[in-house]
């Protein structure tokens, strides 16, 4: 494992709603908090997830498409590349 105190958007994505129902470990609680700090993309995506969960009423996995999970991660990574300068 590299950058152990640095959390990915991946993993972000995987904890998320553990996060949401409150059953994240202190410890992970705050890595997670840091990263969302930092990014938009985690920002949008817990935003999102409120608002699924709002709409259910309740969190459950299936609340999330497999595909959903796969399309935001393809999203991050787009995302990243748009901050990117272009090549010339
Ligand atoms: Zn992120």
Not at 38 to 59: A, D, K, P
């Amino acid at each position: 494992m590299q950058h152990t105190d640095e959390m990915s958007c991946k993993e972000l994505v995987e904890i998320i709603t553990e996060y949401l129902e409150g059953t994240l470990p202190p410890g992970e609680r705050v890595r997670f908090e840091e990263h969302l700090a930092l990014c938009e993309g985690c920002q949008n995506y817990l935003e999102q997830m409120r608002q699924t969960i709002g709409t259910l009423g309740r969190l459950s996995e299936e609340a999330i498409p497999a595909n959903a999970k796969e399309k935001l991660l393809q999203a991050f990574r787009a995302w990243k590349r748009g901050s990117a300068p272009q090549k010339q």
